[in-house]
């Protein structure tokens, strides 16, 4: 890889002012495809998810998918947009072996959605709108696999392996206007900007939006000029940046790069550029001036799309409350902080509290222990929260034996720990592990007179008004009871049959 030169971020913002403007593809979750009734799903032999449709054999004839319109529809009005009351499809024409008709159906200077805006919030709570300019429907392409290379590009290959199962596959591209005024704050906002994208799709339930499954992928375009001026400077556009931490990185890369180039008196290329994981830099891909020609013209073969008002007015009230102020909504019920927001947010935990409170438990009890011993499991063995064998009812049901004085957190644990090794429900574990907590006052008190008689020099300092050496005995009695005593009343004893004051 040839060595860039790169501006200090600091000085690069002195200077320059960034602009960007993001390009986000979501695949849709449809069963079947945008213009024929071939399966979607992606886990089957190359190839035998196709028919004459999207193959693009002569004579075949596309049918709109309907839940593909309602759901580009659902995506608008939830980013604000117009919904078009008649736009119609495009062929967008080009060349490429992934593409079986030499064109793509998209849509050109009719969306089905346009002129809206997110808001996103910051890590600081700052909220920063950003405003859409289209979201329009389109088709995913197949896959080529090259083969023989190094590299597993095309170049050095011997030959190439195609696979149109993807070919065809409802995608919905949104497109921002230029986003200006974020100023060191880009990249930031880029990522922010993406992940709200993301929570908004998923909560719309039209995708699961899973970026490190290609669900859903972002180009991000990005240029400077100097600060002060208006007129734009010329973009890059780094191209298919699949998750939120490369999308804040190919951001920042492209703001230092740039701002090296315009320093050294060299001028900025429109090109699209390849974005890489190791290192976080960007190499450039083909040049892509404003003259690129797909010789756009509407799609003769598919009708237009005119959604009824009534269609749309029906779908805008079936929208869900939106991730930002659901999130916020939570905070507040949940009585947390700003920064334990985020962490939940980041650990994928708030559906979990959600479900973990609908099933009875405190949201405090559902928050320590997603956020807790389950969070730690996840990191541990290196899976999401959601993939754990632990639902949220079986959470709750942990947090209810606490409450009814069952458990202990010590129990608790190690309750939660059976359920995930497969041992069964809560319950089952409590019953095959013998986990109960010891309550019965009569095994509790010849426990602690053990306890003080095994320790004596111990008990002596607590009758001589060392009330805080009680720990060590309670540590004794909780020993001998395999963890299974309430430790809260097991100190009352002691002191009790000390004769000292707690
Ligand atoms: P293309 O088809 O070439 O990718 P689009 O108009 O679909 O063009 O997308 C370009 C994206 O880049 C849009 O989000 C647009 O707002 C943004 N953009 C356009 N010009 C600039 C510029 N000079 N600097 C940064 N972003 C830009
Ligand atoms: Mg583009
Ligand atoms: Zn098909």
Redesign the pocket.
């Known amino acids: 890889m040839t060595v860039i030169d790169l501006e200090s971020y600091e000085d690069a913002l002195a200077t320059y002012d960034p602009?960007?403007?993001?390009?986000v593809h979501v695949e849709l979750g449809t069963k079947t495809k945008m213009f024929c009734g071939c399966s979607t799903e992606l886990k089957q032999d190359a190839n035998s998810q196709t028919c004459p449709v999207c193959l693009g054999l002569p004579g075949a004839l596309p049918v709109v998918n309907e839940i593909g319109v309602e759901s580009a529809i659902k995506i608008g009005l939830a980013l604000n947009c117009q919904i078009a009351e008649w736009c119609r499809f495009a062929r967008k024409n080009y060349f490429y072996p992934d593409m079986p008709k030499n064109f793509q159906t998209s849509q050109y200077d009719e969306p089905i959605a346009f002129d809206g805006y997110l808001d996103v919030q910051l890590e600081d709570g700052e909220i920063f709108r950003v405003e859409i300019?289209r979201a329009h429907m389109e088709e995913d392409t197949g896959k080529s696999t090259h083969v023989g290379g190094a590299t597993g590009r095309i170049h050095g290959a011997s030959h190439s392996l195609l696979d149109y199962n993807r070919a065809g596959i409802p995608l919905i591209e949104i497109?921002?206007?230029?986003i200006e005024g974020a100023g060191a704050r880009a990249p930031e906002v880029a990522k922010a900007y993406v992940a709200e994208l993301r929570e908004l799709i998923k909560a719309l339930g039209v995708s699961e939006a899973r970026m490190e499954m290609g669900q859903m992928r972002c180009?991000v375009?990005?240029?400077l000029r100097p600060n002060g001026t208006e007129k734009?400077?010329?973009?890059s556009?780094t191209k298919n940046v699949n998750s939120l931490r490369s999308v804040e990185r190919a951001a920042r890369f492209e703001i230092q790069r740039h701002a090296a180039v315009l320093n050294s008196g060299g001028t900025i290329v429109q090109e699209t550029r390849h974005f890489h994981e190791e290192d976080g830099s960007t190499t450039a891909g083909r040049i892509?001036d404003n003259a690129e020609d797909y010789r756009y013209f509407p799609e003769p073969d598919l009708v237009p799309v005119a959604p009824s008002r009534d269609w749309v007015e029906e779908l805008r009230k079936g929208l869900p409350e939106l991730p930002r102020l659901r999130r916020k909504r939570l905070k507040e019920e949940w009585g947390v902080n700003e920064h334990d927001m985020q962490s939940i947010l980041n650990a994928g935990a708030v559906d979990l509290i959600v479900a973990t409170t609908d099933a009875g438990a405190p949201s405090d009890q559902a928050r320590k222990w997603w956020m807790g011993e389950l969070a730690r499991n996840a990191n541990e063995t290196g899976r999401s929260l959601d993939e754990l064998p632990i639902t949220p009812a079986q959470v709750a049901r942990v947090a209810a034996l606490v409450a009814a004085g069952d458990l202990n957190d010590k129990l608790a644990r190690q309750v939660i720990e059976g359920v995930l090794a497969g041992e069964g429900d809560p319950d089952t574990v409590v019953e095959k592990r013998g986990l109960k907590v010891v309550s019965d006052e009569g095994a509790l008190s010849t426990a602690v007179d053990e306890a003080i008689a095994g320790n004596a020099a111990v008990a002596d300092k607590i009758r001589g008004g060392k009330v805080a050496a009680a720990g060590a005995l309670v540590g004794a009695v909780m020993k001998a009871t395999r963890g299974q005593a309430d430790a809260a009343r097991v100190r009352e004893l002691i002191l009790e049959k000390l004769g000292v004051e707690g």
């Open positions: 602009v960007m403007g993001l390009e300019e497109v921002t206007k230029p180009d375009n990005l240029s734009f400077g010329t973009r556009e892509k």
